[in-house]
C-alpha cells in the first residue's frame, strides 16, 4: 500500500487548515501568504530531523514570512496514517475517506510543529504507528487490520490504547475542521440577517421571556 498520490498540499494550505482547526498560535493566520509553496515530504524516509526546530517566536517577521519547521513523516509513517485513518474514518454515500482529503497531511503538520501538545503528540503517534509496523499492519489484509484496530481500540488503557486514542483525535480534528468536514456538520458560520425579530418562541419559554419582541 502507497500514500496516495493525489494533488499534494502545500504547506501555506496545511497551516491553514491547522489554524483553521483552532489548535495553532493565533501568529499563524496572518502569515500564511507568504509561506513557499512546499510540497513536503520526500521519497527520503531517513532524512534528518532536527531535535528541537524552531517556531514563530515572539517575534516574527511578518515582511518575510516563512514556516520555520521541516514536515517529519516518513513516507512509511505515512502509509500507515492514511491506512489507520481510512479505518477510523472510511468512505460512505456522503463522506470521503480520511485520506482522500488530506488528512495524513494534516497529521504530518500537526506533529511536525514544535510546540508543546504537538512535541507530545508526535512521540506518541510515532511510537504508536512503529509498533503497528513491527506488527504488519501496512501487510494487513483490510479486515485483519480492522481486528487488529479493534483489540487496540477496546483495551481501555495501556500505550496502544493512548495512542489510538489520541491519533483518533488528531485525525477527527482535521476531518471535521476541513472544507469537507465543516459541510458535513452542516455548519455556516456568521450569516448576515436583513432583520432581527427576537428569539423564536420555544427559546423564549425556556428562557422565562415573555411572548414578543424583546
Known sequence: MGHKQGRTLTRRETLAWLARAGLTLPLVPPMLSGCADDPGQTEDVSRPVPESPAGYGRDPDLLNPTVPWPLTMTR?????????????????????AASEIGVPEFIDEWISAPYPVQTADRA????????????GFLQAS??????????????????DYEFFKRFRYVAMTGYYSSDVGIRLLGFVGNVSLARFDGPPPEIRRLIGLPPGKT
Open 76 to 96: 512509511p509513517q505515512l502509509d500507515l496514517t492514511e491506512k489507520l485513518g481510512d479505518l477510523i474514518l472510511p468512505p460512505d454515500w456522503e463522506s470521503p
Open 124 to 135: 506518541t503517534i510515532l511510537d504508536g504507528l512503529e509498533r503497528l509496523a513491527d506488527a
Open 142 to 159: 483490510p479486515a485483519d487490520a480492522g481486528r487488529m484496530v479493534d483489540a487496540i481500540a477496546s483495551g481501555g488503557h495501556g500505550g
